[in-house]
């Protein structure tokens, strides 16, 4: 079979699911980034409510030996678990809250994102 008959075999109806399925993954994919992304942003938050940091600068740092921690460690739950949960620099624990309000967080946008008639 050649390429212009299997072209022809693909109905528009088929075609649709394909394009609609992949939008819907994608969808889903960008909600868990998204919610990560504010579970991890507002863990920083109560980490440094009441101590005069700020929310966004400096940037984040090891509790224990004060290292920046470097940007592709700092990506939402995928950052902590290729650390094995410890600092690159010290091997200090990281706490598990970190993961797993970026966890909750990921998974409560993309369940509010489901329940929504758009997706």
Same mark, same amino acid.
């Given at each position: 079979?050649? =390429? ?5 075999? =693909? /109905?528009? *109806?088929?075609? %649709? *699911? =394909?394009?609609?399925? &992949?939008?819907? #993954?994608?969808? =889903?994919?960008?909600? &868990?980034?998204?919610?990560? @992304? +504010?579970? /991890?942003?507002?863990?920083?938050? #109560? %980490? !440094?409510? &009441?101590?005069? %940091?700020?929310?966004?600068?400096? !940037? /984040? *740092?090891?509790?224990?030996? %004060?290292?920046e921690i470097r940007w592709y460690h700092n990506i939402?739950?995928?950052? #902590?678990?290729?650390? &094995?949960? !410890? @600092?690159?620099? @010290?091997?200090s624990p990281i706490p598990v809250k970190h993961p797993?309000?970026?966890? +909750?967080?990921?998974l409560g946008f993309i369940l509010v994102g489901l ?5």
């Amino acid at each position: 079979m050649d =390429v212009f008959t299997f072209l022809a075999q =693909v /109905s528009a *109806r088929t075609t %649709d *699911r =394909v394009l609609t399925a &992949g939008i819907w #993954w994608f969808a =889903v994919l960008w909600l &868990g980034c998204l919610g990560g @992304c +504010v579970g /991890s942003f507002l863990t920083v938050v #109560w %980490d !440094r409510l &009441g101590t005069g %940091d700020g929310f966004v600068f400096p !940037r /984040s *740092r090891c509790p224990e030996c %004060d290292h920046e921690i470097r940007w592709y460690h700092n990506i939402p739950i995928l950052g #902590w678990l290729k650390l &094995g949960g !410890r @600092c690159y620099d @010290c091997k200090s624990p990281i706490p598990v809250k970190h993961p797993l309000i970026e966890a +909750v967080f990921a998974l409560g946008f993309i369940l509010v994102g489901l329940a929504t008639p758009w997706l």
